[in-house]
């Protein structure tokens, strides 16, 4: 079994096409083929169904292309650590994040590691935070920033931020004279929210229910800033996380304001397999942000 057998596999399981395989690793189709056939025969097992009209990948495929995205992420991290050994200070980092993490956490952390490492290429791939723990786990990802502690064996995790929901007002509405407002003056207002069931959103439904008040949503987007968009405009009222709301709030577009007994936060985490499984430039990275969060502390 050869490293570039097993990267032609995936190449072909990913793409399912050997002529897009084929283009992707800059490769013939009859030596892609040719090389999977020897690499089926090695293992005596079909590892792709080439009968329908896209490659599908057979459970004995689906069993090796795990180990296969392993093997290739430990040869290269080998290639990596070798390199910083060498003094030569090239890697690549990869983060997985959500929505909001990637728009309002990870530039300030990125600027400041671009700067320490501009050598090293770091790549950002938005993802669904459920996902994200299996993604690092499997070693797709380096780092992951997820608002829920993974319990998942195998990984560890950093707390980076505690980040409370907040009402946001539009400036012109009348709650936007109040400093405070209860949740029983919230039943008659219309709101807009993400379109995402998420656990804090969760917490929230719970809120008003407890309150006997009802959450009129009347408008469910699929990001964030479409939905400070739509309150700047009077199309409602929204219950964000703080973070992605700042600046809004700072330049006047929203206002924030407070909801007696809401003390509903996300706590978001940056996970990680152990360090003693990270390359440098993923332990550079944590050091980074741990940095960062004891600054904000102090």
């Known amino acids: 079994m050869e490293f570039d057998q097993l990267s032609f596999f995936l190449a072909v399981a990913q793409e399912g096409s050997f002529t897009r395989a084929a283009e992707k690793v800059g490769r013939t189709q009859p030596a892609l083929s040719l090389a999977l056939k020897r690499l089926e025969e090695e293992l005596g097992e079909r590892l792709l169904d080439r009968g329908n009209r896209n490659v599908v990948v057979t459970e004995a495929g689906r069993v090796l292309q795990n180990y296969a995205q392993r093997l290739l992420f430990l040869r290269e991290e080998a290639q990596s650590a070798i390199s910083e050994l060498r003094g030569l200070l090239r890697g690549r980092l990869r983060i997985g994040a959500n929505e909001s993490t990637s728009l309002y956490l990870l530039p300030d952390l990125l600027v ?38 993974p319990g998942t064996v195998g990984l560890a995790s950093d707390l980076v931020l505690r980040d409370p929901l907040v009402l946001v007002v539009p400036p012109k509405h009348p709650l936007a004279r109040k400093r405070q407002v209860k949740v029983t003056e919230l039943g008659e207002e219309t709101f807009v929210a993400h379109n995402a069931k998420t656990p804090a959103r969760t917490r929230l439904v719970e809120f008003f229910v407890e309150h006997d008040t009802p959450l009129n949503i009347a408008v469910e987007l699929s990001t964030i800033e479409t939905i400070k968009a739509f309150v700047v405009r009077g199309a409602g009222l929204a219950i964000l996380p703080r973070m992605s709301v700042v600046d809004a709030i700072s330049d006047g577009r929203l206002k924030e304001v407070r909801i007696e007994g809401l003390k509903i936060e996300r706590a978001i985490r940056v996970v990680h397999r152990p360090e003693a499984e990270l390359s440098h430039t993923a332990l550079a990275f944590l050091e980074l942000v741990r940095v960062n969060q004891r600054k904000k502390k102090g």
């Open 112 to 149: 400041a590691f671009r700067q320490a490492y501009p050598q090293i290429k770091v790549e950002v791939f938005r993802s669904n935070s459920e996902a994200i723990p299996s993604q690092v786990l499997e070693y797709g990802l380096d780092v992951g920033f997820i608002s829920f502690d």
